[in-house]
T-cell receptor
């Protein structure tokens, strides 16, 4: 099976812009979680989607949002970008909600100037 | 919420030595403890995990131990090799549908040939 894929892999934006990142889970996986990884804060949970519904949300401002489509592909959107949003954004998929093993994608590295 | 502390932040060893990374967690409801390896520029990959009903788990040169009473768990790597050089993350979370892992800050392991 193909692994988790994310597009784009690299992105440069300026403050105030918005960005949309995409994640395609492993075929058959229905849960997709998003994480922000920075040197200062480590890996932090953003939100999780399962069957097109947001199940959980981390402690991030409302500028961070996401959605999941019927084919389990997920997108996350960050509006009004700030310099502090520069990070590696990782998504992870797992087969079902009650199976904990997560498989990470390669990430999208976002740089906000 | 859960809080995971990971030590040390950097670990330098000679090839062939053993390496030990320790994590403590705060939430007694956590019952699933995965460890991830992230090589430079690559995605985090699950290397071993342990559940709270088990005290120790081994997979070739890698082992994980769990002390539920003290709320800490450790990763042990024996006979380290240069390709073991990477950042290692521990995580803790409660299973049962709504799984939101909390990650440690990571340990940069350097294995000198």
């Amino acid at each position: 099976k193909a692994g988790v894929t994310q597009t784009p892999r690299y992105l440069i934006k300026t403050r105030g812009q918005q960005v949309t990142l995409s994640c395609s889970p492993i075929s058959g996986h229905r849960s997709v979680s998003w994480y922000q990884q920075t040197p200062g804060q480590g890996l932090q949970f953003l939100f999780e989607y399962f069957s097109e519904t947001q199940r959980n949300k981390g402690n991030f401002p409302g500028r961070f949002s996401g959605r999941q489509f019927s084919n389990s592909r997920s997108e996350m959107n960050v509006s009004t970008l700030e310099l502090g949003d520069s990070a590696l954004y990782l998504c992870a998929s797992r087969p079902l909600a009650n199976q904990e093993t997560q498989y990470f994608g390669p990430g999208t590295r976002l740089l906000v100037l | 919420g859960e809080n995971v502390e990971q030590h040390p932040s950097t670990l330098s060893v000679q090839e062939g030595d053993s390496a030990v990374i320790k994590c403590t967690y705060s939430d007694s409801a956590s019952n699933y403890f995965p460890w991830y390896k992230q090589e430079l520029g690559k995605r985090p990959q699950l290397i071993i995990d342990i559940r709270s009903n088990v005290g120790e788990k081994k997979d070739q040169r890698i082992a994980v131990t769990l002390n539920k009473t003290a709320k800490h768990f450790s990763l042990h790597i024996t006979e380290t090799q240069p390709e073991d050089s990477a950042v290692y993350f521990c995580a803790a979370g409660a299973t049962g549908g709504s799984y939101i892992p909390t990650f440690g800050r990571g340990t940069s392991l350097i294995v000198h040939p």
